[in-house]
């Protein structure tokens, strides 16, 4: 018989469970909180939650010790040591907030622009740029532009959506699973049951990365790919597919732009541009009446081959033939791109076959009714079952963007957007391609003490939509929408700091960042971040005057601002997970959910949104002032979420409006949060079957959508193989148009912005000595941490607490290497020493380690020998912010020409073995941390619910 001691397994664990919103990453799942007293006992998946249906990961489960953290600021601070000191004064948030107002307004009187207002992921970006909006700086964005804008704007300009947030695999029913350099802290309790699913199915995995972890591991097929040249490689599988004509001609003649006639006219203004009729609809050329017809009309039969003559005699060729002409270059042959990728021609031959037969031969049929955005009906819902999935490794890249569009039209080609078995949708998603929301902050756009006149944030059409000073320069100190980034969906974040200290283009009084470590691992080349944050000049004084952080830790970031404003941890606040930001939808589904505090704070602190909108009250900005000037919103970001409206009927939150019954559009209904709260903290409404696919022509689902109000138009939307945008911007290089790029851009415009999409080598690689630097080094996210908080999680931090450099064996025996060696990696920024690991699974080209587990001794509340701090490192140290100066003297950021997407994986390393051991470098000096409690020796937690106190 067994001597275990019998356990009651019914025993409450807590005394009350409270249900919210995880944010332990971006999956945003539901959580029960166990609570005893006011104490967090434990944390689970709340099984009745859209997302996540009972899962939880480890980070999720660790969200105790994200909350009892050391490391949380204890109140607000103003600094009275030199940045960098960490030597700070508590203050009252009385004198916090008036130090802030008195800043602000000063700035706002004098010239807006002069403050640059950026946040890291908050996810609560709706409120955040409604507030910059109202202040009236053009200078706002987020943490996007260093993170994943290529896969978000690549995918939106061409086929209204992308992946992850904006939408997920047909887990029930794809076959064919194509993963391409995927971060594995973002969403992965959803993929990793989806991948189960799928191999319970027998379905194949292809995961096509340098390194074999994570999801790579699971797969049944690795690619180990070379850094940077997915791109080519998919080139490669376009080439065949274009080869052995496995192509859906059905699919693209309705619902892409294939057969639309783009004008051949060398050195015209128009050279290709779309041929339009009078009314400025795209042509095509019908073959059953042997003419020109609007490309929208629903009757007509598109040439997808084939010079046609215009009525002003000049030529038009259709997309479709341009498209095959590129890929069926030899350039493309997977024999031509072997060496440059590392993945064998006959593999790549294999993956395309495969594709091809599992899309044209396992076709999905569901007998379900649908009828489409011409009235047609459809008896079926006919897919084909591969799906793909993409994110970061893609998007930190300077070919990131034109690669992201390479991958989504393989997805076209195929015919698996938004079928059954392929990619699909989330609602509020697919948007038109381009998306209709446009940036505003240029020039005229900025008055003292005036709104800007719409979102800083959008998708130029053209030239004309560029965000431009008086003489054509950047008109915002990230240079988004200048000639540098045309089409900067989301900024340029990892320019801000280091433009502003060398005043280019502009000097700005006041920086205010949120939850956004740029002292750290959120800047390239770390130590020239720090000298531009500590930079004064000839009279003693700061470059940058004043600087505002608000974070819930003590950051790296902490010590050089000047005025600290603490947040709340996620169980302390109230969060909204809005459709008007990035909501929790899934295919089948509408949702988005809310966080609400489930304990008090023990702390001087105050949620950020909270204190925002204080902030716009006190300065008076219109949305948050009545017209007497009182607070708008004096109930704070609680009543914020109920009261405020988008448009009329359209709040925040889409469920439980007017009287509770209604959802998407609906008065404000003062019970919305307590019904949130009682429904698990979530609201979700699940789509009419027959609106599930084809959401881009489904007629009723873009009409549901526009009475929901989650679209604008009832128009389909049009995917598009071929982008105008980019071709406009192509002529303004050229000399076409009335906004002229300077000289120095023109070739740049030429080169990068090809309508259609190409692969051209890693900027890094080309414009640095690469023979010098022969490896390429690149960062991996780890599965059990997200971005730099997990790595001060003490439960966390048991799993990972120093990272190490993974290299091949091959490299290790070259260099005479062996596992927990120390090496020095020299980039030609400059060099880090660290240790190494010896691995197969890695690409024989690249060295790797894992993301944001190196610290600076003094923070986040760790101890003087942590090993984060003694043998953890960095690569940011090794990388440029900026591009070699070009002739003239310019220097580009190190940045995808097209987007301004930080090009944080283009890195080239040299490796060596360093003599002896110690520690790693380089070395700063530990911070200081006046106003936090000592660093404990020792972090536990849950001793006070032993019923023996031990």
Same mark, same amino acid.
Request: hydrophobic share 40%; aromatic share 10%.
């Given at each position: 018989m067994s001597s275990s001691p019998p356990i009651d397994l019914n025993q409450p664990v807590g005394d009350r469970v409270e249900k919210t919103t995880c944010y332990m990453c971006a999956c945003r799942c539901g959580i029960d909180v166990h609570l005893r007293g006011d104490k967090v006992r434990y944390i689970e998946g709340n099984r009745d939650h859209p997302v996540n249906k009972g899962v939880l990961c480890g980070k999720g489960s660790a969200g105790i010790?994200?909350?009892?953290?050391?490391?949380?600021?204890?109140?607000? *601070?103003? =600094?009275?040591?030199?940045?960098?000191?960490?030597?700070?004064?508590?203050?009252?948030?009385?004198? &916090?907030?008036?130090?802030?107002?008195s800043w602000l307004g000063d700035v706002r009187r004098r010239d807006p622009k002069q403050l640059a207002f950026f946040?890291? @992921?908050?996810?609560?970006?709706?409120?955040?740029?409604?507030?910059? *909006? $109202?202040?009236?700086?053009?200078?706002?964005?987020?943490?996007?532009?260093?993170?994943?804008? #290529?896969?978000?704007?690549?995918?939106?300009?061409?086929?209204?959506?992308?992946?992850?947030?904006?939408?997920?695999?047909?887990?029930?029913?794809?076959?064919y699973f194509l993963l391409f350099g995927v971060a594995e802290d973002h969403a992965s309790n959803p993929i990793k049951a989806g991948i189960g699913k799928l191999k319970g199915r027998g379905g194949k995995v292809v995961s096509v990365n340098p390194v074999r972890t994570g999801y790579a591991a699971v797969s049944d097929e690795w690619v180990g790919i070379k850094p940077g040249t997915d791109g080519l490689f998919v080139g490669a599988l376009i080439h065949e597919m274009f080869r052995n004509r496995t192509i859906d001609l059905d699919y693209l003649g309705r619902y892409t732009n294939s057969g639309w006639l783009v004008i051949q006219d060398a050195g015209a203004a128009d050279d290709g541009l779309f041929a339009r009729d009078e009314d400025g609809a795209a042509l095509v050329f019908d073959t059953e009446t042997q003419q020109l017809s609007n490309a929208m009309n629903p009757d007509a039969r598109a040439a997808m081959t084939g010079a046609r003559a215009l009525p002003d005699g000049r030529q038009a060729r259709p997309v479709f033939e341009l498209l095959a002409e590129r890929f069926l270059s030899p350039d493309y042959a997977p024999e031509a791109v072997a060496a440059e990728t590392g993945v064998s021609a006959e593999q790549t031959r294999r993956i395309a076959a495969e594709l091809a037969r599992v899309a044209f031969e396992e076709e999905i049929v569901l007998d379900r009714p649908w009828t489409d955005w011409a009235g047609r009906k459809h008896d079926k819902m006919i897919g084909r079952p591969v799906s793909m999935h993409a994110m970061r490794g893609i998007s930190a890249h300077s070919n990131g963007f034109q690669t992201c569009r390479m991958i989504h039209i393989l997805q076209i080609l195929l015919g698996t957007i938004d079928c059954p078995g392929g990619f699909r949708y989330k609602p509020p998603y697919p948007k038109q391609t381009p998306p209709n929301l446009l940036p505003h902050g240029a020039s005229g756009d900025i008055k003292p003490e005036m709104p800007l006149g719409g979102p800083h944030l959008g998708f130029p059409h053209g030239p004309e939509h560029l965000l431009l000073d008086d003489e054509g320069g950047p008109n915002r100190i990230d240079k988004a929408f200048s000639w540098? &980034?045309?089409?900067?969906?989301?900024?340029? *974040?990892?320019?801000?700091? #280091?433009?502003?200290? =060398?005043?280019?283009?502009?000097?700005?009084?006041?920086?205010?960042?949120?939850?956004?470590?740029? &002292? %750290?691992?959120?800047?390239?080349?770390?130590?020239?971040?720090?000298?531009a944050l500590t930079a004064t000049d000839e009279n003693g004084d700061y470059v940058i005057p004043k600087i505002i952080y608000s974070d819930a830790y003590y950051s790296e970031t902490v010590p050089f601002a000047d005025l600290i404003l603490p947040d709340t941890t996620y169980l302390e606040r109230y969060d909204c997970i809005s459709l008007l930001d990035r909501p929790i939808s899934e295919p089948d589904y509408l949702a988005d959910s809310i966080r609400h505090p489930v304990v008090k704070p023990d702390r001087d602190v105050r949620g950020f949104q909270e204190v925002l909108i204080d902030l716009g009250a006190r300065l008076g900005l219109p949305a948050f002032t009545m017209e007497d000037g009182s607070p708008r919103y004096p109930g704070g970001y609680a009543d914020y979420i109920v009261n405020h409206e988008r448009k009329p009927g359209i709040g925040p939150l889409s469920g439980f409006r007017g009287d509770g019954t209604e959802f998407g559009k609906g008065a404000p209904n003062p019970d919305q949060l307590q019904r949130y709260i009682d429904n698990g903290a979530f609201f979700e409404h699940r789509l009419d079957p027959s609106h599930a696919y084809f959401k881009h022509a489904n007629r009723g689902y873009l009409d549901w959508g526009i009475e929901k109000g989650i679209r604008l138009s009832p128009e389909p939307t049009i995917f598009q193989l071929y982008s105008e945008p980019l071709q406009k911007f192509r002529l303004a290089g050229r000399g076409h148009g009335e906004r002229q790029p300077p000289d120095r851009a023109r070739e740049r415009l030429e080169r990068y912005f090809d309508p259609l999409p190409f692969w051209y080598p890693p900027f890094e690689g080309t414009q640095v000595a690469s023979g010098a630097f022969p490896l390429h080094a690149i960062t991996q =996210?780890?599965?059990?941490?997200?971005?730099?908080?997990?790595?001060?999680?003490? %439960?966390?931090? $048991?799993?990972?607490a120093a990272n190490r450099l993974y290299i091949h064996r091959s490299v290790g025996d070259r260099i005479g290497a062996e596992d927990d060696d120390w090496v020095w990696l020299r980039s030609h920024l400059g !060099?880090?020493?660290?240790?190494?690991?010896? *691995?197969?699974?890695?690409?024989?080209?690249?060295?790797?380690?894992?993301?944001?587990?190196?610290?600076? @001794?003094?923070?986040w509340g760790l101890s003087a020998d942590a090993?984060?701090?003694? $043998?953890?490192?960095?690569?940011?140290?090794?990388?440029?912010?900026?591009?070699?100066? !070009?002739?003239g003297g310019y220097s580009y950021s190190n940045s995808d020409p097209i987007t301004g997407q930080a090009a944080w994986f283009d890195l080239r390393v040299a490796i060596e073995k360093a003599d002896g051991a110690g520690t790693t470098e380089p070395f700063f000096e530990p911070l200081g941390a006046s106003g936090q409690p000592p660093s404990p020796s020792k972090l536990a937690y849950g001793a006070e619910f032993r019923k023996d106190g031990r």
């Open positions: 010790m994200q909350h009892y953290s050391p490391a949380r600021l204890q109140a607000p *601070m103003k =600094r009275v040591g030199p940045r960098g000191s960490g030597q700070f004064e508590e203050i009252t948030w009385d004198e &916090a907030l008036e130090i802030a107002t946040t890291g @992921r908050d996810q609560s970006q709706s409120l955040t740029g409604l507030w910059a *909006m $109202q202040y009236g700086t053009p200078n706002f964005a987020a943490h996007g532009g260093f993170c994943s804008v #290529n896969m978000a704007a690549g995918g939106l300009y061409t086929f209204g959506g992308a992946f992850w947030e904006f939408g997920d695999p047909d887990w029930e029913h794809t076959k540098d &980034a045309p089409m900067s969906s989301h900024g340029l *974040m990892h320019m801000v700091i #280091n433009n502003a200290a =060398r005043k280019d283009p502009y000097a700005i009084d006041v920086l205010f960042l949120y939850m956004a470590n740029m &002292a %750290w691992n959120s800047s390239m080349n770390v130590p020239g971040t720090l000298d =996210r780890p599965m059990h941490m997200y971005h730099s908080w997990g790595s001060q999680n003490a %439960w966390l931090r $048991q799993i990972t !060099r880090v020493k660290c240790q190494v690991r010896l *691995m197969d699974g890695v690409n024989p080209d690249t060295v790797w380690t894992w993301n944001a587990i190196g610290k600076r @001794r003094g923070a090993p984060e701090s003694n $043998q953890g490192f960095l690569l940011n140290h090794l990388i440029s912010e900026l591009l070699p100066a !070009r002739e």
